[in-house]
């Protein structure tokens, strides 16, 4: 079983910024990919930035050249640094891994952190 442990999120003005951390722990087998997702209210889940093992990045069309995705494979840590955020970015994020044990793929998921862009 693997946890994700997320933090940094919270409530911040427009134009503000943010930085979320996720960390993986217990039974990680060879990571593919660590990323966020995040989630608006009545909606599924949606890809807001990936980075592969080998530190290749995947950006939402709607946060680019706002949002940094970054990663510490040694302590399987993954960042998002947000910035000129927007209420429209208002909604819960969770920290996603993607990994294989053995020849199985396995996705983990956070339990979510709130991100609130409000004045």
């Known amino acids: 079983q693997v946890q994700l442990v997320e933090s940094g999120g919270g409530l911040v003005q427009p134009g503000g910024s943010l930085t979320l951390t996720c960390t993986a722990s217990?039974?990680?087998?060879?990571?593919?990919?660590m990323g966020w997702y995040r989630q608006f209210p009545g909606k599924e889940r949606d890809l807001v930035a990936q980075?592969?093992?080998?530190?290749?990045?995947v950006y939402a069309d709607s946060v680019k050249g706002r949002f940094t995705i970054s990663r510490d494979n040694a302590l399987n840590t993954v960042y998002l640094e947000m910035n000129s955020l927007k209420p429209e970015d208002t909604a819960v994020y969770f920290c996603?891994?993607?990994?294989?044990?053995?020849?199985?793929?396995?996705?983990?998921w956070g339990q979510g952190t709130q991100v609130t862009v409000s004045t």
């Open positions: 217990g039974s990680i087998g060879r990571i593919i990919a």
């Open positions: 996603n891994l993607i990994h294989y044990i053995g020849p199985h793929r396995s996705d983990g």
């Open positions: 980075i592969t093992s080998g530190h290749n990045t």
